[in-house]
Structures are given as C-alpha cells and as structure tokens.
C-alpha cells in the first residue's frame, strides 16, 4: 500500500441548486519521499484536493489514507494532532502569524508540543538555517520582503520533521528570482527525504516535481511521467 | 514559546483594541465597587451616628392598665411593684438572632421619692450605658462616680433648689450632686439619676427593672423584625420601637442599595457585551491565523485556550484598574452624599471579589466568541488566505 492513498474522493459544496462539485472523484497514490505537483487550471479542484490530503477538508466521497490511517474516521482533535505530527502547510501568502516574530512563528507548531522552550529555539533556529534567514530571526514579518515569509512559512512547515509537505501554490505571490529560489528550497528539502505534495497552476514550477498529475475540472488526467523514477 | 506567549503577542500588538476592552470591563467593575463601597461606608457611618439618636426600641413591662410613656411621662399611675421585669431576663436580648445589631441596652428603675416636700422622680441606670446613649447630654459637672454621687436633670435641680456638691437625701440615703445636665427639652429634665443597683435596694425592687432602652442599628433587617425577636426572647414584657428617623435613613439606605445594585447589573451587562463584541470581531479578523493555527495542528482546545487566556488578562487589568477607579469615585460620591467626609475604609473582600467579578465576566463574555473561534472550518479559514 503506498504512503497517501487518495480512494475514489470527491467533494461537493454547498447544497441543492447551488451545489457544486469541485473534485469528482480522484484515486491516486503518493510514495513516501517523493515529490508530487498537481497541476491544472485554477477552478479545477487542486486546492480542494489539497485541503482532503491535508486533513483539513473532509470529502463528500471516498478516503484519504496515509500510514494506513483513514484520515477522516479521527475525530477533530486526533486530526489536528495527526496533522501536527504528520504534515507541513505552505500556503501562498499571508500566513504568517503578524504579531510574533520570525523565530516565533517558526517556534508555532511546537508550541503545543511537550518541547521545552530551548529545544524549541534550537529546533526553530536551525529550520531557519535551512531557509537562509537564521539572521532575521527577530523581526516581524512585515519586516522582510514577501520571497522571506515564503521561506518562513516552510520553516515552520518542517520545524518538528514532518513526513509530508504540502504546498498550495508555494510560489503564487513571488516573482520569478524568488520563485525559483523557494522551488530549489523544496527541491533540496526532497532530496534529503521530504515527501512533496505541491499544487500548482505553473508548468515551470510543477517541473520541479520528479511527477506531475494533472486536474482538470475535478478529475486527474492521465499522469505524465517526467523524469525516470529514479 | 507557549501558548500565552501567544496571547500576550496579540494583545500587544492591538493595543487600541485591549484599551477600548479593558475600559468596557472596567466600568462596569468600577461602578459595581462605587457603589458598593459607598452604601457600606454610609451604612457604617450611620451606624457609628446611631448613637446620637438615642434609643429606637423600649421594652417596658406588660400591662393592661398601665400607660408609660417615656415621652411626657405620667407619674401617678405608677404601679411598679407588680409589673417589673426581672433583670436576668435581660440576658436574653443578648440572644436573639440579631444580637449583633443591638449596639446599647440601657435597663432603668423609677422611684419616687420626696424632697423639701417636694415630689420628684429618681431613675436607676447604668451611666456608662446611659451616657452612651444619650451623647447629647451637657453635664455641668461630673456624672456620678459613687454610690453616693446624683445626677440632676435641669429642672429638677431647679425645683429642688440644688446646686453642685450639696447634698440631697433620698429615702434613707444621702447623695451629693456631682453634675447637673443642660436643659435637653426632654424628660430627663426632670429626673434624677442615681446607680441602678442603689435605686433598686432604696426602693425594694432588687433584681427588677422598670424600662430597658435599646439602641439597635438593624442593617439587613428592619427594626420591626428586632422588635419581633425581642418581644419572643420577653414574653411577658411589651417591646416598642421608637425614633423612625433613624429607620427611615437606613430605609433610603436600602432602596439606595438596591438602586445602586440594579444599576451595577446594567452596567456590567453592558461591560460584558461591549467585551463579547470586541471578541466577537476580533475573532472574526484573525479567521486567517486561525486557519493557520488549526493547519499546524492547534486543537480546538488550543485555540480556545488562546483566547481565553487573552479574555483573563485583560479582565484581570481591567479588574485591577476597576477596583482603583471604584475607590477613587466612592471618595467623590462620599463628599456629595453626606455632609461630612465618613471615615473611608477598604473590604479586602470586594478588592479581591471586584477582579474576580472581572475575570469570570471576561470569561463568559468571550466564551461563545472563543468557541466560535475554537469551531472554525480550517479549510474555510484557509480560503480566506
Ligand atoms: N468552500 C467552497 N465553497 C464553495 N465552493 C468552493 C469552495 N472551495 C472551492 N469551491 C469551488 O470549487 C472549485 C474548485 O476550487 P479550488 O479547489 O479552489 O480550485 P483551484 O485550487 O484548482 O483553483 C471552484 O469552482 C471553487 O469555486
Ligand atoms: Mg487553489
């Protein structure tokens, strides 16, 4: 069984006439260490696929599976621990926590975790080391420019080592220097093991990815193998 | 970092937001200890006054055919002999349920007695008793020290052609006149007042009184209710409450009471919707962090907690800050609502209670917003990213 099964998932919103289907029905599997784009136009269901893997949407249809748990049979508070131990969150922009500084919104998740305050440092410090921003590691995120909060944010993604990352749109808000330095970060954070779930609307950026699945109007079309499975 | 790091960041940050809070709360705490202390200190002050107004309730013997009124008082009809109460039965005053509020009993023996073939009425009390509840009295002199020492009224001095230090014998007893009182306009004009235990062996009437005045402050009970413990603790004796100013002070005082705390309930409630919709919007601003709270993993409990935790701080200044205000007002209020300055005195109780009023009323105002919080769809509060 591989590591993320997503098991004939589909999600509706809203109810009678208003109802509408944002991913049909989709079965796909992700291996453990890889690093997977989801590509498509934007309205085609990618971040609603996103937020079903992520724990925080529960599906209309189906089943997401990861380490053989059926995400949505938890209960909300067994969620939010499995997502704290299991998974990381990059958005596109704004997610930085205004009112605590960089270090701080490094230190988040672990906030609520049984590390003391000094390993809490360590640990945020040295997310920030991979990330290039150890320096600015007291100013507030209004304080450096938008490329920095992107690399913030995924030192908060990785802070406690999270086996999954997921990342909606990673790049969405950053020009193109920025872009391709946030794409090489999650490139070099792959390569020493992260498992990568990125959503996308760029073939630039999706080709970042060792695979590519692409969504168009709820459904994946076939997958394009890019590089050889290596 | 812990999650009060969190609270204490945030409410840093919106400090505009903390102040606009913490004065809502504060308010309604400050008027609650305004109030509060105000009608205590007053009810204090009229108590300490009680005094000055001299007895409120008598208990005099029961009889059918017996008229004593102390006030314009009728001597012929006197028939003691028959109609006394026993002086150990006044123990019993000391036992009723409100005994606290009886603040001076004050047990008298009348006797007639004749002097240069004159008439005139001798009283036995108990001086530090009597003097305690008369506080207007102006003795020219000294009141009795002695068994053989006697207290003048004005006019009965007069009446008797005595003057201070000679001498006047009663019965078989002969008295020097340590002090004469200043005309009062009362009765007492009239009397002549010598030791209770004295007056009781020269006119035969030991262990027996003839009229008990009590001076009794009833704060939580009107003097009716002392009245009717009193006359069940004496059966046999009739009780009657006198003197309705002091009554119909402590009565404004009530309805004051209960004005004052009609009024803190209003004010509070509108302290705590003022602090329920300052949540309620904050909570909806921070939709996104909220969003990314729950996508790091925050339980709900976690998110509530952050904002309860931010609820009990700021209660807590506004408590705080409540409390001094209150105190501050009450000197205010104090300078208006009575012509003296009271004595201004501090309950530790309600400095304690005021910040505790202010944190539980900070908590269930911003319990349904923390919960709000605490129930957000993620994925919905993401969106808004
Ligand atoms: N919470 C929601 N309520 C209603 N409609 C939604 C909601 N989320 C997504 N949709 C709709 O579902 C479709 C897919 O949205 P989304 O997954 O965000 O697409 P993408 O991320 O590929 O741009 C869109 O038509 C969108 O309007
Ligand atoms: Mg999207």
């Known amino acids: 069984m591989s590591y993320i099964q997503v098991i004939q998932a589909g999600k509706d919103f809203g109810e009678g006439d208003a109802r509408v289907t944002a991913v049909k029905q989709i079965d796909l599997s992700i291996e453990q260490g890889s690093f997977i784009s989801i590509m498509g136009e934007s309205g085609s269901g990618k971040s609603t696929l996103l937020a079903m893997l992520g724990g925080l949407l529960s599906p209309t249809r189906g089943q997401i599976v990861i380490e053989g748990i059926d995400l949505y049979s938890l209960t909300r508070t067994k969620l939010a621990d499995f997502r704290r131990e299991f998974m990381g969150f990059i958005f596109q922009s704004f997610q930085l926590v205004p009112y605590l500084n960089v270090l701080e919104n490094v230190q988040l998740p672990l906030a609520v975790t049984h590390h003391s305050e000094e390993d809490q440092v360590r640990l945020a410090l040295s997310a920030l080391d991979k990330v290039g921003l150890k320096e600015k590691a007291h100013r507030l995120p209004n304080q450096i420019s938008g490329g920095e909060q992107e690399r913030v944010a995924i030192a908060r993604a990785v802070v406690n080592e999270p086996p999954i990352l997921f990342a909606d749109e990673p790049t969405g808000n950053l020009d193109s220097r920025n872009s391709s330095e946030v794409m090489k970060l999650l490139t070099k954070l792959n390569s020493d093991g992260q498992t990568i779930v990125m959503v996308t609307h760029s073939r630039k950026n999706a080709e970042y990815a060792e695979r590519i699945v692409e969504v168009a109007d709820g459904r994946l079309i076939e997958p394009t193998p890019l590089r050889a499975a290596c | ?385």
């Open chain 2, 1 to 385: 970092m812990k999650l009060r790091t969190i609270a204490f960041n945030n409410l840093r940050r919106r400090k505009a937001k903390v102040f606009f809070l913490i004065t809502g709360l504060m308010i309604g705490v400050s008027a609650v200890v305004a109030l509060m202390t105000t009608t205590r200190i007053l009810a204090e002050d009229i108590a300490h006054k009680m005094d000055e107004f001299g007895a409120n309730i008598i208990i005099t013997p029961k009889s059918e055919g017996l008229s004593l009124t102390y006030g314009g008082l009728s001597l012929g009809g006197f028939s003691f002999d028959v109609k006394e109460i026993h002086q150990e039965e006044l123990a019993k005053i000391k036992t009723i349920e409100n005994a606290a509020n009886i603040r001076i009993v004050s047990p008298k023996v009348f006797g007639v007695f004749e002097s240069s073939n004159q008439k005139a009425l001798a009283v036995g009390v108990d001086f530090n008793s009597e003097l305690a509840l008369k506080k207007w009295w102006k003795i020219n002199g000294k009141s009795p020290e002695s068994d053989s020492q006697v207290l003048l009224g004005h006019d009965v001095a007069a009446k008797l052609n005595l003057t201070k230090d000679s001498e006047v014998q009663i019965k078989d007893h002969t008295f020097q006149v340590s002090g004469i009182l200043d005309p009062t306009g009362s009765q007492d004009d009239s009397l002549v007042f010598i030791r209770l235990p004295l007056a009781q062996k020269l006119f035969g009437k030991e262990g027996q009184v003839g009229m008990v005045e009590i001076a009794a402050l009833c704060k939580n009970c009107p003097i009716t209710e002392l009245v009717a413990q009193l006359s069940r603790a004496l059966p046999t004796a009739k009780v009657t409450a006198v003197q309705q100013v002091v009554e119909g002070r402590m009565d404004t005082l009530h309805n004051f009471q209960n004005f004052s705390l009609g009024v803190s309930a209003l004010i509070l409630f509108v302290g705590g919707m003022v602090v329920f919709v300052t949540m309620m919007s904050s909570v909806t601003e921070r939709t996104r962090e909220i969003g990314i709270f729950s996508a790091i993993g925050f339980r709900s409990a976690h998110i509530m907690k952050i904002i309860l935790l931010e609820a009990v701080i700021v209660s807590l200044c506004a408590g705080i800050f409540g409390y001094a205000t209150g105190i501050g007002v009450t000197w205010g209020l104090l300078s208006f609502l009575s012509e003296h300055r009271p004595h201004m005195s501090l309950d530790p109780y309600v400095a304690v209670g005021s910040v505790f009023l202010a944190i539980i009323l900070g908590l269930i105002a911003s319990f349904y917003p923390a919960r709000a919080a605490a129930a957000m769809d993620p994925n919905e509060a993401l969106r808004t990213l």
